[in-house]
């Protein structure tokens, strides 16, 4: 038999990834029940910041995704976009910030996990240090375990675990809130107005808008599995409209519903959306249940930790296999999983974990870490959005399925309002918060460890030998 017929029987064999897979992928990264009580505190203005926010950045990176998977499907997501539109540099800077920004936001989930889970056992655990570390090294490796399996179990899980813990929860909590409504109970936030939508933006909310930007963060994870789709060019798009539209509807409505009932100066922001199901639940006299949605919306959690794992660690992959890392970066398993890539950063997030639960002294470290997350993302999404502007100069002829409307125009407007967005993020993300009383040593801190956390692959790439890698040609 010939290669190119054991080729064509290995294609026909293989098992794609349909428009569902692609939605639930992004659905899980970005639909985060955790965030809604951060937003509920601002109650109808919410709305308004929901708007910016998906003006600035959800609809410009959903459309920019949407051409470049299309035009450029080949793995690695944004490794590939970047790397077509500024060379090798581009691409793994774009990709390892993305990467190193997760070794210091995978904490900040897997407490939130650990603290959900606790609802369905006895909340008091959630103050228990040992309970907290336990629950959160058995999410995080039991996911990367998941993950050693490759992406068509990954795939599995996450179309599974994204209805039942971020769909059915957030609908769930949209319907109680309705049913609040309808029911003449009293709502904790005032009448509402036209007026009240408006946010209010002036120096102690500008920081927020950082937040609001980088809400919608991750639409562009699907894009990692382009090459894991039968026909991307035609695929991509519909997902990426579907699950915006999920997104957008299911993050609204949900904030506002958990607005309704509890005050903002009651909101735990680790258990905010357990204290408002807790509410409704006992007001319907279904406080039994109680239990059942924390396990839900602990599933919820575990999703979006899993999507946002194993996404850029198979970005990495590709870089590693095209001779860009050390041999070792290139280790993959009988499933095509990067396996040495998920022990590294796993080994690394375990570490970080451990001081974040058992050294509470180390809170304002913590908090620069965190700004240092921000400051990372902005990077990734510059990278993006001036990658879409600079290939329609660069490389018309390139096939794009789909392509932003309005010809030139249409694609200065999308990037500019993104490249706006997420510069504009960057700045005020560096600013220090209320308890920092020395603002140039913050803000010197956040850059100097944003610059630390982008600068490996600019090592890595100096120091390449030939005998890295696979020996493939670049794509």
């Known amino acids: 038999m010939s290669d190119t017929a054991t080729a064509a029987d290995a294609q026909a064999k293989k098992k794609f990834l349909g428009v569902f897979a692609l939605v639930m992928i992004n659905v899980a990264a970005v639909l985060s029940i955790r965030n809604f009580p951060s937003m509920a505190e601002y109650g109808w203005s919410s709305i308004g910041w929901y708007i910016i926010g998906t003006i600035l950045f959800l609809i410009p990176i959903s459309l920019a995704g949407a051409e470049l998977a299309t035009g450029w499907p080949e793995g690695g997501g944004i490794y590939a976009w970047v790397k077509a539109a500024f060379g090798d540099k581009g691409g793994f800077t774009a990709l390892f910030c993305e990467w190193s920004n997760n070794l210091v936001w995978f904490p900040t989930v897997l407490s939130f996990i650990a603290s959900t889970l ?31 399996f490759g ?3 990954s795939t599995k899980f996450s179309n599974i675990g994204v209805i039942l813990g971020s769909i059915i929860p957030a609908i769930l909590i949209i319907l109680l809130g309705i049913w609040w409504l309808v029911s003449g109970a009293a709502l904790v936030i005032p009448a509402f107005t036209p007026d009240a939508i408006l946010p209010e933006i002036n120096l102690d909310t500008l920081p927020f808008f950082s937040t ?5 963060a991750g639409m562009e994870m699907a894009g990692f599995h382009a090459l894991e789709t039968r026909n991307p060019q035609k695929d991509y798009p519909v997902a990426m ?10 993050t609204v409505f949900a904030t506002l519903a958990i607005a309704f009932v509890i005050p903002a100066s009651e909101l735990n922001l680790a258990s905010g959306v357990m204290q408002a199901i807790q509410y409704f639940f006992n007001a319907a006299g279904l406080g039994a249940f109680v239990g059942p949605m ?7 959690g575990v999703v979006s930790l899993a999507a946002w794992l194993i996404g850029p660690a198979q970005g990495l992959g590709v870089v590693a296999e095209e001779g860009n890392m050390p041999p070792i970066f ?6 095509g999983a990067p396996v040495a890539i998920l022990v590294i950063q796993a080994l690394i997030g375990s570490v970080i974990s451990l001081l974040y639960v058992f050294l509470p002294s180390v809170n304002q470290a913590y908090w620069i870490l965190s700004a240092m997350t921000t400051e990372l993302l902005c990077i990734v999404y510059f990278f993006v959005f001036a990658a879409l502007i600079k290939l329609r100069y ?4 390139v096939p794009r399925p789909f392509t932003i409307p309005g010809g030139m125009a249409g694609v200065w407007i999308v ?28 803000i010197g801190s956040v850059l100097l460890g944003t610059f630390l956390l982008a600068v490996p692959p600019m090592i890595f790439l100096k120091f390449k030998k030939p005998s890295w890698g696979k020996g493939n040609t670049p794509r």
């Open 118 to 148: 606790a609802f369905a056992l006895t909340p008091d655990l959630a103050g228990n240090s040992l309970y907290m570390f336990s629950v959160m090294m058995i999410a995080f490796w039991g996911t990367t375990l998941i993950a050693y």
């Open 151 to 153: 992406s068509e179990i």
């Open 212 to 216: 609001i930007i980088l809400l919608f």
């Open 241 to 250: 409209a579907i699950s915006a539209v999920i997104i957008f509807l299911c």
């Open 294 to 300: 924390a396990l839900l919306v602990t599933i919820g």
């Open 330 to 335: 290139d280790r993959t398993n009988k499933y």
């Open 394 to 397: 660069s490389r018309p002829e």
């Open 415 to 442: 990037g500019g309002l993104g490249l706006f967005g997420v510069v504009f993020a960057f700045f005020v993300g560096l600013m220090p918060p209320s308890f920092f009383t020395n603002a140039p040593v913050y």
